[in-house]
């Protein structure tokens, strides 16, 4: 899910870190800057990214404004949220 949102790059620092879906929905700006992430457009892209997703858990509707031309998120709110995904 880090790729298909052009977060490459911080895909092994989450996996160092140990971030699972579930740490990923908890996370706020003033932890991502404590687990490394530096990047403004980085931590911008992450926080949509949680808020988009925590929505999908609770049930609420969140249009996606995602700024890829062939955007992943329909696919992505049609099926479960699993670990995996995160990566």
């Known amino acids: ?3 298909k949102h052009g977060l490459y790059r911080l895909i092994q620092l989450f996996k160092e870190q140990e971030v699972d ?3 990923l929905l ?4 003033d932890d991502l800057a404590e687990l490394g ?3 403004p457009k980085d931590i911008a ?3 949509k990214l949680i ?3 925590s ?4 049930g609420t509707t969140v249009r996606c404004r995602c700024p890829l031309k062939v955007c992943p ?3 992505v709110l049609l099926l479960p949220l699993r670990r995996r995904w995160l990566y």
């Open 1 to 3: 899910m880090l790729g």
């Open 55 to 58: 929505s999908v858990r609770s």
């Open 37 to 39: 992430v530096a990047d």
């Open 73 to 75: 998120c329909p696919s």
């Open 45 to 47: 892209k992450l926080l």
């Open 26 to 29: 908890t996370l706020t700006r």
């Open 21 to 23: 879906m579930d740490a």
């Open 51 to 53: 808020k988009m997703l």
